[in-house]
């Protein structure tokens, strides 16, 4: 390890660097391979980097791990703050595996700007890694916004033909959310005497009014990301528009910044104000599931179809957050790991088809399992997940917060519980129409089976998808200390009148 | 090797074969193949063998392979409950999936997905062993979604089928819902109980008899009614009841040897499983037990109705397990849980049988599954003939084979039950007893009595629709004279055809009434006496059969082989007249009550309208339309006017910039 950095430093800044240096290294497309390989080698790294977090962990603590503490911005008090517990390491981890796997997907795809393609998301990853490690108000905002521009643009450069506004409708609606934070960011600066200290917030008394407002304020920030019904119509404008690549990063993990925002805010910062409006995230969280899953229903664009799905999905975790048991919040995170695995999965897949046949509507395809059984076999295997299916990591996080809901209400739990049908029913039927049934016409005939690239990409999902489906005790083991050590804070009141 | 390790043989062997045949497929070549997953199941087979006589000598266990997960104060496990109940149902599931095993070899010889096939026949065994051997309901749920998984897959084998992509969905789908309900059943197990061990839960459930709970304002139920209710209506869906048996029929779209397997000795028995291992849960709620025992009498008697009407030799056999499941879901509903695992296992037998004996008669065929167009085939399929002949006794209730014992023992059971709801389930599963005879000599006799048809009834069969089976690597060349099929096939149904003959009076006596089962079934013989009044009046297997002779059921059954052999082999002109007399009668029987139409057309149908409502009015209108571009305009407005205040005089912004500071340094001294 080098002297004097730590291994969230790494993390956050070896993909960055990388991403500077094929920047500046990269240009010519028709010779793309040496910026290619060197994203891959970035990626690589990142990833090996962050590896240490996860083995040198120690799981018996709620405590901050590997923290970094330098002054930043002395005059305000600001800091460069970094360290992760329980429920933020999974999250580096992910993000910097996922990494690598877009790299690996875009390899031969993107033909144009590759350099600057590959770099943007070496620097959009280091971003979002420090996302999830800051523990300083200002700087979580900063990354928290600046992880904005590389997707940004990512979908206006690389996009479909719509892209410029789904690029800008994307940006508008997180960027708005996200200010209203800025200014609940410089409240709590001021309530706390100076301190952008996040887990200074966290012991903060404050009245109730205070909390709704903040409440408020960060939901719209987060809600936005996660994102939850209403505000939730950029997700798929920008799915559709996005390059595969794009559309991975942004539902294995854009949307896990959102959710991930509610647990490190919103819960410990207001609880009161949270259990208050307990009545407000389950609604939405339902309707996120039963509308939201109706709607997947009769998409005839694939990738529409599973971004709807990833709304859905994230219902279950928002639903799971706030039923404040360990069961709920420990569901929704593993809901949000197995989400960033399957729905990465599935947006790679229907990738592969776009690479072949130009076009991501259902009514293209038919009989795919024909001329791609090997991708057949892959898909089938994510779907099922997408579905819930036990044995796949899809089941734990839903089986999870189900089981913690229906102590809570056992209507919620059984709108919930819908989406064992829903599920099943958009993602199979659009399985259906695409991959089984005869040969439906002369592209698919043509079609290629995944190559050897492809093949890996998915297979390595494949293993993660069934291993935590199999067997999650290890996920849940780095939960435990810092989820009860967080229903412990939502539990105690620290209202001042 | 000791036991434990034995326990986990028996499910991963059959894994290993899955996994092989599934991956190195083309590696192996068929041979490999089937040598493999074969090799798998038979030792899963005998190492079944000696854990069930080990558990005969009274040794069982109860202990976890792994942690699952932890959250909280819960520990979810994966582990084994190894007890009579599940080693017979070890026994009956290797014992069938090796028959089919073998039987397969024959009948999926032209298939191109031929290894495809074995995998998965193997990765079902795998699933439906992890289901019966759980000790706990996660991993009974793990084993119930994976036996779906691999049926949806099997069903829809032969993917380029309009027709079985549309059938494996459909499964699936149904299945879904009645597992909807199971999961909140076992959401409230776990909230109630807090756990989800079987040991833990069935320990505390009579200190939780007389709890209730309120799901709606006003009305209290007891919690165990409603938990029972919950995991019924899982079993509703996986053992096809009525009105979630909809599926049941359409999956005869798979090959033979999984309709067989799957879909009439093993997987659709789970829901029947399922409820006897939870015995010491329902035998505390009578209303749960008379829930039960009416869907399964509806489902006995009216799923029975539609066999009687059915051409194609796949349906008729399929109408019928749905008849038989409802046989033994009313044993369950009268708390007589032996018996209906009893009927499950002599089931297993001679409907495993049937299948494949119709599959072999398919063969036989040249992939032609109208039994209209069969006729006088025992001369040229001899065993054939032989085997499906017992299999048919066997289901009729013959006195003396094994399906006699096993549902005269429901039909008795159900007579001394004084639940309510118990007189309508007693008329109906006597009253079966006609149907369930008319319909299996019914198709009997077209098949292989009377005239032969086979050469001249190719205008016939494709009215019909092509609704047969196998013709994918098959070709359809003419109809040429039937013939015996390979020893590979008529193996397994000799090897079948023994245990449907002796299984009845070997075992009646100790799984009915011995104490066999032991602890793994509870019956609170106070309230529901109906299993101690069957055993007061048994005197003995011989005694059974021979007093049998003497009682309406027996009878009903002669009356239904006459009523079949005179209306289709002595008068013929009959069935034609009848059905045109019978107007109205027959239309509802052919549309199968019009369930299919109707789960079609309301939900099918109006889950995609709410859902392109909900897109189009919800999503793309108000919330895009209105709201998002919406605001977009009005800032685009309000900017025109805006504009002006960039004047590009500095004084101007100077004069913003004091009154905003000013704003900021109020608010934040305040």
Request: glycine residues 10%; aromatic residues 14%.
């Amino acid at each position: 390890m080098l002297e004097g950095i730590g291994i969230l430093s790494l993390t956050i800044w070896v993909p960055i660097v990388a991403g500077l240096i094929v920047l500046a290294l990269g240009g010519d497309d028709r010779n793309a391979d040496g910026p290619r390989t060197l994203a891959l080698i970035g990626a690589v790294l990142g990833f090996l980097v962050a590896i240490p977090l996860w083995t040198g962990f120690d799981a018996s603590t709620a405590a901050m791990q590997f923290e970094e503490l330098a002054p930043w911005i002395p005059a305000f008090n600001i800091r460069y703050h970094l360290g992760v517990d329980g429920i933020s390491m999974p999250f580096v981890l992910l993000n910097s595996f996922t990494t690598v796997l877009v790299v690996l997907a875009g390899w031969v795809v993107i033909k144009t700007k590759v350099a600057q393609y590959m770099a943007a998301f070496l620097i959009q990853s280091g971003l979002i890694n420090g996302v999830f490690a800051a523990l300083d108000g200002i700087l979580f905002y900063v990354f928290f916004e600046a992880m904005l521009i590389p997707l940004y643009l990512i979908i206006g450069m690389w996009g479909g033909p719509n892209r410029v506004y789904a690029a800008i409708k994307f940006f508008l609606y997180t960027l708005l959310g996200s200010l209203l934070m800025l200014v609940a960011v410089l409240y709590l600066f001021v309530q706390s005497g100076n301190s952008f200290e996040i887990l200074v917030w966290h012991k903060l008394p404050l009245t109730m009014a205070a909390q709704l407002l903040l409440f408020v304020a960060f939901f719209f920030a987060f809600a936005v990301k996660v994102p939850m019904w209403p505000v939730h119509t950029w997700l798929p404008d920008a799915h559709v528009e996005a390059p595969t690549g794009g559309s991975v990063v942004l539902a294995a993990i854009t949307l896990k910044v959102g959710a991930y925002g509610f647990l490190r805010f919103v819960l410990p910062i207001v609880p009161d104000a949270s259990h208050e409006l307990t009545w407000l995230m389950i609604t939405l969280s339902l309707v996120a599931v039963v509308y939201i899953g109706l709607v997947a229903l009769v998409q005839t664009d694939m990738k529409k179809l599973i971004a709807y799905s990833s709304i859905a999905h994230m219902g279950f975790v928002t639903l799971g957050f706030f039923v404040f048991n360990p069961l709920g919040i420990e569901g929704g995170l593993i809901q949000m790991i197995s989400h960033g695995f399957v729905s990465g999965a599935l947006f790679l897949c229907v990738g592969v088809m776009y690479d072949r046949v130009h076009s991501r509507q259902i009514g293209d395809y038919g009989g795919v399992a024909n001329t791609m059984p090997k991708f057949a076999a892959f898909f089938m295997l994510f779907a099922m997940a997408n579905a819930g299916l036990p044995g796949t990591s899809g089941f734990v996080g839903e089986f999870m917060v189900i089981l913690g809901t229906i102590q809570v209400s056992f209507w919620w739990a059984a709108a919930a519980g819908l989406t064992l049908i829903f599920g099943a029913a958009y993602t199979l039927w659009m399985y259906k129409r695409v991959v089984f049934g005869p040969v439906a016409n002369e592209q698919v005939a043509k079609l290629q089976d995944i190559d050897g690239r492809e093949f890996i990409v998915l297979a390595i999902l494949a293993v993660c998808v069934l291993a935590m489906g199999i067997y999650p005790l290890p996920v849940t083991e780095v939960m435990h200390a810092s989820v009860n050590n967080l229903l412990d804070h939502v539990a105690h009141s620290k209202l001042v009148y | 090797m000791d036991m434990k390790t034995l326990y986990l043989v028996v499910p991963l062997a059959p894994l290993a074969g899955a996994i092989v045949a599934g991956l190195f497929g083309k590696a192996i070549g068929r041979a490999g193949a089937h040598t493999v997953t074969i090799l798998g199941v038979l030792v899963s087979f005998l190492a079944s063998l000696v854990i069930f006589q080990d558990v005969l000598a009274g040794n069982t266990f109860n202990g976890a392979v792994y942690t699952w997960l932890t959250s909280g104060d819960l520990r979810l496990e994966v582990g084994f409950l190894i007890d009579p109940l599940s080693a017979v149902m070890m026994l009956v599931v290797t014992f069938v999936s090796l028959c089919v095993h073998v039987y397969t070899i024959g009948y999926m010889a032209d298939d191109p997905g031929y290894q495809r096939f074995f995998s998965y026949i193997s990765l079902f065994t795998f699933s439906m062993l992890m289901l019966v051997m759980s000790n706990n309901f996660l991993q009974l749920f793990f084993g119930w979604e994976a036996v779906g998984l691999v049926s949806y897959l099997l069903i829809g084998f032969w993917y380029t089928r309009e027709s079985a992509i549309y059938a494996n969905l459909k499964a699936f789908l149904v299945n879904r819902v009645g597992d909807f309900g199971f999961l909140l059943g076992i959401g409230l197990v776990l909230a109630y109980f807090g756990s989800l061990d079987y040991a833990e839960v069935f320990h505390k459930a009579p200190h939780l008899a007389d709890q209730t709970i309120s799901l709606i304002e006003g009305q209290n139920w007891l919690v165990i009614t409603v938990i029972c209710i919950l995991l019924f209506i899982g079993a509703m869906g996986k053992s096809a009841q009525f009105p979630l048996h909809v599926w049941l029929p359409d999956s005869m779209e798979g090959p033979t040897p999984i309709s067989a397997l799957i879909h009439a000795a093993t997987m659709v028995t789970a829901g029947i499983f399922m409820v006897a291992r939870m015995s010491p849960l329902f035998e505390l709620s009578d209303t749960a037990l008379s829930f039960v025992m009416v869907i399964g009498a509806i489902t006995a008697l009216f799923m029975g109705f539609l066999g009687m009407i059915q051409n194609d030799i796949k349906r008729v056999v399929a109408y019928s397990t749905l008849s038989q499941l409802g046989y033994m879901t009313v044993a369950l509903g009268v708390s007589a849980y032996s018996v209906a695992i009893f009927h499950l296992m002599t089931h297993a037998f001679f409907k495993a049988l049937l299948f494949l004996a119709a599959g072999s008669v398919i063969i036989g065929m040249h992939h032609d599954q109208d039994i209209r167009n069969m006729g006088g085939l025992r001369k040229y399929m001899p065993i054939t003939w032989i085997t499906l002949l017992i299999g048919s006794l066997a289901l009729i209730g013959t006195p003396g084979l094994s399906g006699f014992f096993s549902k005269d023992s429901i039909i008795l059971a159900t007579q001394a039950s004084d639940l309510w709801g118990s007189g309508f389930a007693a008329f109906a599963v006597t009253a079966g007893v006609f149907v369930t005879a008319f319909y299996s000599f019914r198709m009997y006799f077209l098949v292989f009595h009377g005239k032969e048809r086979f050469h001249t009834a190719h205008a016939g069969h494709d009215q019909e629709g092509g609704k047969d089976d196998d013709h994918h690597g098959h070709h359809h060349g003419g109809h040429s004279t039937p013939h015996e099929s390979p020893w590979v096939v008529w193996l397994p149904l000799v090897l079948l055809a023994i245990p449907s003959v002796y299984a009845g009076w070997a075992y009646i006596e100790p799984m009915l009434f011995g104490d066999f089962f032991g602890a793994s079934i509870f019956v609170d013989s106070e309230a529901h006496p109906a299993m101690a009044s069957l055993r007061e009046h048994f005197h003995g297997a011989g005694a059974m059969a021979l007093h049998a002779l003497m009682t309406l059921p027996f009878w009903l059954a002669v009356a239904g082989v006459a009523a079949a052999w005179y209306l289709y082999l002595v008068r013929r002109d009959l069935p034609e007249r009848i059905r045109q007399r019978a107007g109205i009668l027959y239309t509802i029987l052919d549309r199968k009550y019009g369930f299919d139409d109707f789960n079609d057309w309301f939900f099918a149908g109006g889950a995609r309208l709410l859902g392109s409502r909900l897109w189009r009015w919800g999503d793309v209108t108000a919330i895009d339309g209105v709201v998002v571009n919406g605001s977009a305009r009005v800032v685009g407005q309000l900017a025109a006017i805006v504009r002006h205040l960039q004047s590009g005089y500095i004084y101007h912004y100077a004069f913003a910039m004091i009154i905003g500071v000013a704003a900021l340094v109020t608010w934040f001294v305040d």
